[in-house]
């Protein structure tokens, strides 16, 4: 039984639970919206995380794939009118692709050069799809994408799509979970903290940073495929290097090398702003300050939580029992002594 | 003179006017830069938030200079110093969760105070973008060349704007100045043993925190100046900060973080090429022509262009 | 407890506190179908006031506040008040997505304006579409109304009209060739993409496209490609802070042909941004900027002056074109709202009827298939002389 707790499918069937139950809480579709859109980044936000927190890589540029997988989708589908679930596979298809002839020669570099690579490559990928109008329609933008849809079902109610986006969630995290959890997940967090020592212990390092970057990829296009049938309409905007930066704050506040802050990232983020606007609906003199109050948000959790807030929520709870638990054992010595 | 040759000599007064245009642009850029480098030097964080300095530069000389009538010679030492407060600030901060973090999440809080600034700066400044006067009064030279322009009998002639040289004589100066500071003086020798080894510098007694807040406030007056420089030509407004800052970032790694006359190098090679690109492959696939060959350079010298010199020491 | 398992409570935390802050942005009691003859009709609005877009959301929000305090301070319509709900969605399109879900969920608003640019009204289009809500956009980009959408009209005069007028003007000047810098944005592209399906028909070629972006600082070496070639005027479809770049930077450089731009630069801040270089420019522009110089005949003159009038007691800056957008949209919900009442079919279909609407960008007359109404005598083109707006003559 305790093993089965500690286990990530337990995690994973709370979750599933929580799925379940949250649209019986939630009764509209802005919030379900909200949830939706918190989907979506998770997805991202978890490829990133095993980039980045895992394999200790940074990625600048990880919109680029986002973007690649949303506009395969919304190509191939307003174009050729072909199956948007064969389209979401190929979109995984291309971007797996891109990332491997990016990665192979981009991984061989380290820590900030990488960083600046991905940033390249994504601000490329940008321009292209900006520029490139006979294929991308340009800035403007592609209108009039279709929901998905199974048989004659269409995915274009909020709860059918909330549903949909948190099935696949669910699903990529329990695979992300139990990848972490295997062998590759072992040889990943040794080449984190030291590639030398996981060479030297026969890990190929090489072959390991690439398929997670290609993973992460996958995700990412899968996420943006998502965005692309959910949205129905994609432009350039969101694929940009803000839109990178993003996923990066969501994985780092979430806290890096762990799944589960990838979820918690992504939401606190996508909340945060949801909740400052609503401030700011309430108050009209609050509405400057919203910029300004989610700088200091990120900066503050970031000085009191450097390790993001997984870990530092798990820490405060931790000391909180630590401190009942004195208090306990306290209370049980002055008794002793009284009895005495 | 055979053809080709004669199509050179047409090209050439454009090629030269670009080579000009472009290494102004270049000149900012590489100022950008260098701040990068001073303070990834002497703390290996990389600040999103510099751009913001430049931002702050441009603005507040704006206010000085447009709106309060202060002399220019008055106006861009306060700006300066202005900025220097919130790169002091900016350290301060960093420096506080500095044990147990990751470098990343250093790097958020940069991105968080890129945030919180910009949001100040529209709330003072509005978000309109502003226009600066020029520092000189003639606002642009007229060099003729001893060439002729193509399909006339005039000459050529090869235009100069004044505050484009003002740029150009800045960056000069900043570049002299620094490179002297970090030979002689103790201050910028210390902050050399801090970027070469952060332990080894602090068992000999360098007090590494004030050298820290000493690099911040270099790096942000260094970048004021920049937009103080840039906004008489291209206006300075509350997010300007964000693609200049990318820029400088990019010519700092290009350059080799922490190399500096690499990212002045590389600086005024991402402006020139810009406007070659621009110019003459295509201005819509401009900066990803610029991004290209980054990326290029990146992979065949990992450690950014002049990494080939260092090799033989280390 | 190990850590694993304080990992899946502090899951568990989050999702509550998920819930928790869902709720909390959550709807207030609201009792749906109260039709008291003074319970107030809600209109939504969502303008880009920070981010990218912020020089059309900011006017736009001033605007539609100063609209809503007007037209309570007359008793409402049929005696409800209105009350504006505006949201900012930072110009970002998914926000502007949730922004309007908020809007037609929780506010239960009977009609939307904004937003300020195409993306961010396109993102949220088929959210509107399916909840049966009417938008009235303040965006150029023609994709928002073609193919037309039942629930989705706008107020800014398209790019279409704009480029009309331009080609109208080169044509009376026997322009044959001419060279195009657009900033590479919806705004500039959009403008591209009208001028090269006008510019053949009227037997114009353009000989150059340029382009840039919108944060670029120097144009140079764009305008010295267009130096090399035949062109006869420089055509430049953009937003500040380009559009003067680009006049400075020709100034510089002293190209010395006619420049042509867009209505992107029908504003005071151009003019203070170009300086001296201003001078000379010609533009096609809403009539708000020469509202003075209108003859009396002009059915919008009267309505342009009350509006740049009251905009600049309120705010003592000038009213501009965007603003204008914004009013426009108010109106024309507001004016739909007096007739046939706050139920959101009825109310699209008086929308969609509205006839003869004298408004700040032009005399609208929407129909089932143009969502727009706007012809482009809705423009007229503008100089700039010493640092003022004339009309061509």
């Known amino acids: ?340 | 003179m055979d053809t080709g040759e004669i199509v050179f000599m047409d090209q050439l007064p454009d090629i030269l006017q670009t080579l000009v245009f472009g290494l102004a642009q270049g000149g900012i850029y590489a100022l950008i830069a260098v701040g990068f480098t001073i303070i990834f030097s002497s703390t290996e964080i990389v600040n999103f938030a510099h751009g913001e300095f430049v931002m702050i530069g441009a603005l507040v000389s704006y206010w000085l200079i447009m709106v309060l009538g202060w002399p220019i010679y008055l106006a861009i030492p306060v700006a300066m110093a202005v900025a220097m407060a919130v790169g002091i600030v900016l350290g301060w901060v960093l420096m506080r969760p500095l044990k147990e973090s990751s470098p990343v999440s250093l790097i958020i809080i940069t991105i968080g105070s890129s945030m919180l600034l910009q949001g100040i700066a529209s709330m003072i400044w509005g978000k309109d973008p502003v226009n600066v006067r020029s520092f000189s009064t003639v606002e642009s030279l007229s060099i003729q060349l001893p060439i002729m322009q193509s399909g006339t009998q005039q000459p050529a002639l090869l235009i100069v704007e004044t505050q484009q040289l003002w740029i150009l004589g800045i960056a000069l100066v900043v570049v002299t100045a620094l490179s002297l500071f970090f030979k002689y003086t103790l201050v910028g020798k210390a902050m050399r043993a801090v970027a070469a080894n952060r332990h080894g510098a602090k068992l000999t007694g360098i007090n590494v925190s004030r050298l820290v807040y000493g690099a911040f406030a270099m790096a942000a007056a260094i970048g004021a100046l920049a937009g103080a420089a840039i906004a008489p030509l291209s206006s300075g407004f509350y997010n300007m900060g964000t693609m200049l800052g990318m820029k400088g970032f990019s010519a700092a790694i290009v350059g080799g973080l922490g190399n500096f006359p690499g990212s002045i190098i590389a600086g005024l090679l991402l402006g020139v090429m810009e406007k070659f690109g621009a110019g003459y492959i295509s201005s819509a696939y401009k900066d990803a022509f610029a991004f290209i060959i980054i990326l290029a350079v990146l992979i065949i010298s990992p450690r950014g262009i002049l990494a080939f010199r260092k090799r033989g020491k280390s | 407890m190990n850590t694993r398992n304080i990992q899946v409570f502090a899951i568990l935390v989050v999702v509550a506190l998920t819930l928790g802050a869902l709720a909390g942005c959550g709807p207030k009691p609201t009792t749906p179908g109260d039709q008291s003859p003074t319970s107030p009709y809600v209109i939504g609005a969502v303008f880009d006031v920070s981010g990218s877009g912020s020089p059309l959301g900011t006017p736009e929000q001033d605007t539609a506040k100063m609209m809503e305090k007007e037209i309570n301070a007359k008793g409402g319509i049929n005696g409800h008040p209105v009350k504006l709900v505006i949201l900012d969605n930072g110009s970002d399109e998914a926000k502007s997505l949730t922004a309007m879900k908020k809007l037609i969920e929780q506010e239960k608003v009977v009609a939307i304006i904004g937003p300020s640019q195409t993306g961010t009204t396109l993102s949220g289009a088929s959210a509107v579409e399916a909840a049966k809500i009417p938008m009235v956009s303040c965006a150029a980009g023609v994709k928002i109304v073609n193919p037309v959408q039942p629930y989705i009209f706008k107020t800014a005069q398209s790019d279409v009209h704009a480029v009309a007028k331009v080609i109208d003007y080169l044509k009376e000047k026997d322009i044959k060739q001419i060279a195009l810098i657009s900033v590479s944005n919806p705004f500039g592209d959009s403008g591209k993409e009208q001028l090269k399906i006008q510019a053949a028909p009227a037997g114009i070629e353009i000989v150059s496209e340029q382009s840039f972006q919108g944060t670029d600082t120097d144009m140079t070496a764009q305008l010295m490609t267009i130096r090399k070639t035949k062109a006869k005027a420089v055509i430049c479809w953009g937003t500040n802070p380009g559009p003067a770049i680009v006049a400075k930077n020709m100034a510089t450089l002293k190209i010395d042909l006619p420049i042509i731009m867009s209505h992107g630069i029908a504003n005071s801040k151009f003019i203070e941004l170009a300086g001296s270089a201003a001078d000379g420019v010609v533009f096609p522009a809403g009539k708000l900027l020469i509202a003075k110089e209108l003859p009396d005949t002009d059915p919008q003159k009267a309505v342009l002056l009350a509006y740049s009038e009251s905009y600049k007691k309120e705010y003592s800056k000038e009213a501009d074109t965007f603003g204008g957008h914004a009013y426009d949209a108010f109106n024309i919900v507001c004016d739909a709202l007096k007739k046939v009442g706050s139920d959101p079919v009825k109310l699209r279909d008086e929308i969609e009827n509205t006839k003869n609407y004298v408004g700040i960008s032009g005399v609208f007359n929407f129909t089932a298939e143009d969502h727009n109404g706007l012809a482009k005598d809705a423009f007229a083109m503008v100089t700039i002389k010493d640092g003022k707006w004339i009309p061509v003559k």
């Open chain 1, 1 to 340: 039984m305790k093993r089965f707790i500690a286990s990530p499918l337990f995690a994973a069937l709370c979750g599933l639970l929580a799925i379940i139950l949250i649209p019986e809480c939630v009764a509209n579709n802005y919030q379900l919206g909200v949830l939706i859109f918190i989907g979506i980044y998770t997805l991202l936000a978890v490829g990133l995380n095993l980039l980045m927190g895992y394999a200790g890589q940074v990625s600048l540029g990880h919109a680029a794939f986002f973007g690649i997988g949303a506009y395969t989708s919304g190509i191939l589908t307003t174009q050729t009118h072909i199956s948007p679930w064969l389209a979401i596979l190929i979109g995984i298809i291309i971007t797996s692709g891109v990332a491997l002839l990016v990665g192979i020669p981009c991984l061989r570099l380290k820590g900030h050069y990488l960083a600046m690579a991905t940033l390249g490559f994504g601000w490329i990928v940008y321009i292209v799809i900006n520029n490139w109008k006979s294929v991308t329609q340009g800035s403007s933008g592609i209108t009039n994408i279709p929901n998905l849809s199974i048989g004659p079902f269409q995915f274009s109610s909020d709860i059918s799509r909330y549903y949909l986006v948190w099935g696949i969630v669910i699903i990529v995290l329990l695979l992300s979970a139990n990848l972490v959890q295997s062998r590759v997940g072992r040889a990943l967090r040794a080449l984190h903290r030291s590639e030398d020592a996981a060479a030297s212990l026969g890990v190929n390092i090489a072959w390991y940073k690439i398929s997670v970057f290609v993973l992460s990829a996958a995700y990412a296009s899968l996420a943006g495929s998502l965005y692309a049938h959910t949205v129905n309409y994609i432009s350039p905007a969101p694929f940009g290097f803000i839109g990178s930066v993003e996923i990066v704050v969501m994985v780092v506040v979430g806290g890096m090398a762990s799944i589960w802050g990838a979820l918690i990232g992504a939401s606190s983020i996508t909340l945060l702003v949801e909740w400052l606007r609503a401030l700011g609906q309430q108050n009209p003199k609050f509405q400057e300050f919203e910029i300004i109050a989610h700088g200091a948000i990120l900066i503050i959790v970031m000085i009191f939580m450097p390790m993001g807030l997984t870990v530092g929520i798990r820490d405060s709870i931790l000391r909180f029992f630590q401190r009942m638990q004195k208090k306990l054992a306290v209370a049980a010595k002055e008794k002793e002594q009284v009895t005495k």
